[in-house]
């Protein structure tokens, strides 16, 4: 009965009934209430001594009153709790995970070895530098390594996130604005298809947004991006593949145009993983440009972190670029902490960045060697598989593209005639067990469903996908099954959440009912 019910997904089963006594409990995967609403009043899972009723408090008239609030379980109700949270993990690690401008690649072991070294680990930040020469040898190693495949001038290695490093390079821009004493300069032109963080952090470094508009391929409108690059432009964030997945051929053009106009071009990095080994961005004009390594060199990301987001710079840009740096002086390897030229704007954070990552990503390019750009390739391969294999079902975003890079937007146009949206369309896939694409991002078509497959992927695993994802579209436009998809996912034990509402009134603490 339950095996019909589980290959039978789309139908509310007569199993699922016949169980309903024992609901929410379908297969072993159990819905876990939070820790506070679990165990009994007094149950603890340490032995402590009785206070001797004789010793008056050491707190005097301090101590609580009130409950503490905090949980009541024993020992193996705690790890019964925190080991089924952990097989709620969704990752790489359990199976293909398409979101798209996130590139869920996988995540080598050789890189978790690597990381855990225990000098490495325990190495502490105020250790003196004759004492970390390791440590600091491996981040210069590694932004040498960066340096090689930008084809930049210089890097700052601390930044924390790619949103962390974009917000590096556009207070490097306003800084070198401000010294040169461009006061005129205050917008900057950003692609309305952009990454939200770059307008956020456009704003955050004193600027104010100059949306570009997309042409209907899904590029940016260079006459419309001509028109709106004045002398009061300070630069530009441009993503690049965008995030529809298409390079931007006009790249070189648009970076022309703000040197004219004495404006920097700022290049959102995010997507590096289409043209790793492929292409110095030197090249392309770019003054600057952050890239994730937690995407792009395969260390492992989610959940707000941990991340890394060195940024590299173009030379006209690199006095202007924070502090510190790690330079090498015959075999030493030294820290620059104050800047004496007066030019830096500062520090993006306290020390020099998350070793951890960094130790990962070195692992992982060294590895990789030259392969660096066969990962490129066989991400942009996969991605257009996928675009081949999908295309005549689910309405790819911009059609007149034949290639796309290392993703492949779709979106709602194939489910014009039914009442199923893209959001019951992810649902449906959880129940079929896949975990979704990005959806409704970017903005620049209804519906967006952006897929990233990596480079991880086997033919057979995106054959194992497509092919699901085939059955759901046909089972979503045969116009029989609108109910259905709107109850989706039946099988999660956590189904719709108000994720708008989660994100925006977060309730972080417990709050008794
Ligand atoms: C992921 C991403 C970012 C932000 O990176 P975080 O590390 O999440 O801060 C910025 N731009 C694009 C295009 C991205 O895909």
Redesign the pocket.
């Known amino acids: 009965m339950l095996q019909s019910f589980i290959k039978n997904k789309f139908s509310k089963s007569i199993s699922l009934r016949l169980f309903s006594h024992v609901l929410p409990r379908v297969g072993l995967d159990i819905a876990e209430p939070l820790i506070f609403e679990q165990g009994l009043e007094g149950c603890i899972g340490v032995d402590i001594e009785d206070r001797d009723p004789n010793v008056k408090h050491r707190l005097g008239d301090l101590q609580r009153t009130s409950k503490i609030g905090l949980p009541n379980l024993n020992e193996v109700q705690v790890v019964r709790h925190f080991s089924k949270l952990s097989r709620y993990n969704y990752g790489l690690d359990t199976g293909l995970y398409p979101l798209g401008?996130?590139?869920m690649k996988y995540n080598p072991r050789i890189n978790e070895v690597v990381c855990r070294i225990p000098s490495l680990l325990n190495s502490h930040p105020f250790l003196p530098t004759d004492a970390v020469q390791g440590s600091l040898g491996l981040i210069h190693r590694l932004a040498q390594d960066l340096l090689k495949i930008t084809g930049m001038n210089s890097i700052c290695m601390s930044p924390a996130?790619?949103?962390?490093?974009?917000l590096c390079a556009m207070q490097t821009i306003a800084q070198a604005h401000q010294k040169q004493g461009n006061t005129h300069k205050k917008y900057v032109l950003i692609p309305d298809a952009?990454?939200g963080?770059?307008p956020a952090t456009c704003t955050m470094a004193g600027f104010k947004v100059r949306v570009v508009k997309s042409t209907k391929d899904g590029k940016i409108d260079f006459e419309d991006f001509k028109k709106k690059c004045k002398d009061d432009v300070a630069g530009a964030m441009i993503?690049n593949p965008n995030?529809c997945g298409l390079f931007e051929k006009d790249i070189c053009k648009i970076a022309d145009l703000l040197h004219e106009k004495g404006a920097y071009l700022f290049m959102?990095g995010?997507?590096m993983n289409a043209l790793m080994g492929r292409v110095f961005v030197s090249d392309l004009g770019i003054d600057a440009m952050?890239m994730?390594l937690?995407?792009t060199f395969s260390t492992p990301?989610g959940s707000s972190g941990p991340?890394s987001?060195p940024v590299v710079f173009s030379e006209k840009l690199t006095k202007y670029a924070p502090i510190p740096f790690i330079s090498k002086e015959g075999d030493e390897f030294k820290t620059t902490e104050i800047d004496e030229t007066g030019n830096s704007f500062g520090r993006m954070k306290a020390y020099y960045g998350q070793i951890g990552i960094h130790a990962r990503t070195l692992a992982y390019i060294l590895a990789m060697g030259n392969g660096l750009a066969a990962v490129s390739g066989d991400a942009v391969l996969n991605a257009n598989y996928l675009k081949h294999k999908l295309q005549d079902t689910i309405s790819v975003g911009f059609p007149n593209n034949k290639y796309c890079m290392h993703e492949v937007l779709f979106c709602e146009r194939f489910l014009k005639n039914t009442t199923i949206t893209t959001l019951d369309f992810a649902k449906a896939m959880i129940d079929a067990g896949f975990h979704p694409p990005t959806i409704y991002f970017p903005l620049v078509v209804h519906g967006a469903m952006l897929m990233e497959p990596t480079e991880s992927e086997s033919k057979e695993s995106l054959d194992d996908y497509c092919k699901t994802m085939i059955n759901i579209a046909k089972l979503a436009v045969s116009g029989k099954h609108d109910e259905e998809f709107h109850n989706t996912p039946m099988a999660a034990p956590i189904r719709r959440t108000d994720e708008t509402r989660a994100a925006k009134f977060p309730i972080l603490t417990y709050q008794e009912k």
């Not at 996130?161 to 974009?166: P, V, W």
Request: glycine letters at 16%; charged letters at 10%.
């Open positions: 401008s996130c590139t996130a790619g949103a962390h490093g974009e952009a990454h963080t770059n993503t995030t959102d995010a997507n952050h994730n937690h995407k990301h991340g987001g």
